[in-house]
């Protein structure tokens, strides 16, 4: 079943085009992976599926129904997906354990007590429960992604859109993050993400694409894309990555 | 902080070296420039363009209608009530306010250039002392007092008082070499009040940069004091001015203070008017006139609000 499906996306900055005519269909419970060079548009398509950014033209459906209608409710569309930013974005005034039932108990109602319980279950997940009091700004990058991939996942998204979580992580987090993605997808978990990192991409993906000039200029399984790419484009992208 | 942000960078920057030198290849390749193929919007992307259109008009309809209604109805409520004449002969006597709009003109030019002078040293002892509350270290502990000391004495007293006594205290003395103009001394009075309040709004901006941004610049090797006018202040400056613009309006206003030195501004102008007759038509002229000075800055105010908007993911929301 065709969980997200993106048809024509198009989307400028000014005179930039960094998106032009992507398609891209994720079935439920795949991961796909984005991969290509800086700057070409990784993060603006995550931005785009989470409806943060206005689509010049296309369409993205979500399990069958089409979010860049302007007559959707987008909190409703983006309450049903999760997003972790490159930048982990968490809120500096509030705790670890605040920034994670910010939205069960604001957007869903699910009360405090409830809240703090499945957050806590979660923090516990990403091995960060002995730290659900303290600030962000005391916890080290690392730890601050998985928050965030904690407060992205509290809710029991549909979808989880993850741009570069592992950055800014030792080899041995990578390691825990990407078991953490793997549990994910082993529990059903739709993934889309973005990476820089070929290792990451072929140990968790289903799918890899190869965004270039605005477009997916090749997709497929990792095995393809990565070990024999088509494209003499993506070629050299990944021979200049591992040089 | 530092330390994780630079690590998030290292791989964007290895890469984007290495496309860097790729795309000067592929300039020339047949994927071509997104320059060359003209793009025209899909019928979907056109009915959604549309939609959004409609919409904004339907908006500005209903706000229209809404507002000739509301308007409407007060307008008759008004003069259809049974005291509307006198009022109308007391408050908004036209040939009254034609008499009375030169000399109540000319005092509000007193109150304008007070503004703008009081404004602009408002402005820079305000910052100085917001600046000189944030340092740190010992040796500026003297600093910090005083502007700690102040800011607690003038924003406690009251302006009319700081006003009176400037005003009326500073010429009683008869020192020599020292004016003893009355809006001198009022301007004084108002700019080191009003400086006090302006601080605080300033150093809530300097405290709202975050850390982190001192920690980078500093990592680049700027000093403190470069730290702060490069990278803190700027954004700090930024942040506030919109409640600097609300002070700035209501230092316009309480510029009228200064009337009770016996100098004739706008209000005190009106005031002379109406004595010959008790038709207070001239302070409908001058609270007419302060109104549209005020207007145009409030609407300044929203714009250079909105244009700030916020940098990066928030602003898209
Ligand atoms: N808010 C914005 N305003 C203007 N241009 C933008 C904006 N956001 C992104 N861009 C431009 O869009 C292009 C794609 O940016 P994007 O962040 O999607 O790249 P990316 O593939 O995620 O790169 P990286 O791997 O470095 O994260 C860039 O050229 C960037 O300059
Ligand atoms: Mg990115």
Redesign the pocket.
Known sequence: MTLLSVRGLRKTFGDNVVLDDVHLDVTAGECVVLIGA?GSG??TLLRCVNLLEQVDDGVIELGGVEITDPRVDADEVRSRMGIVF?AYNLFPHLSVLDNVTLAPRRVHKVPRAEAERSAMTMLDRVGLADKAKARPDDLSGGQQQRVAIARAMVNSPQLLLL??VTSALDPELVGEVLDLLRDLRADGMTMML?THEMGFARHVADTVCFLDGGRILEQGPPDEVLGAPREPRTRQFLSRLVS | MPSASSGAQAPDEAVGAASGGLSGGLSGGPAGGPGGDVWTPSQTELERRAYRRSRTTRSALISAVSTLLVGAVVIWLVTSSEGWPRVQETFFNWDKAVESFPAVLKGLWLNIRIMLICGVAIAVLGLTLAVMRTLKGPIFFPLRLFATAYVDLFRGLPLLLVILLLGFGVPALRLPNVTSAAEVWGGVAITLSYSAYVAEVFRAGIESVHPSQRAASRALGLSHGQTLRHVVLPQAVRRVTPPLMNDLVSLQKDSGLIAVLGVVDAIRAAQIETASDFNYTPYVVAGFLFICLTIPMARLTDHVARKQGWHGAGGTL
Request: proline share 0%; charged share 45%.
């Open positions: 800086s990784k993060s490159q741009d570069e973005s």
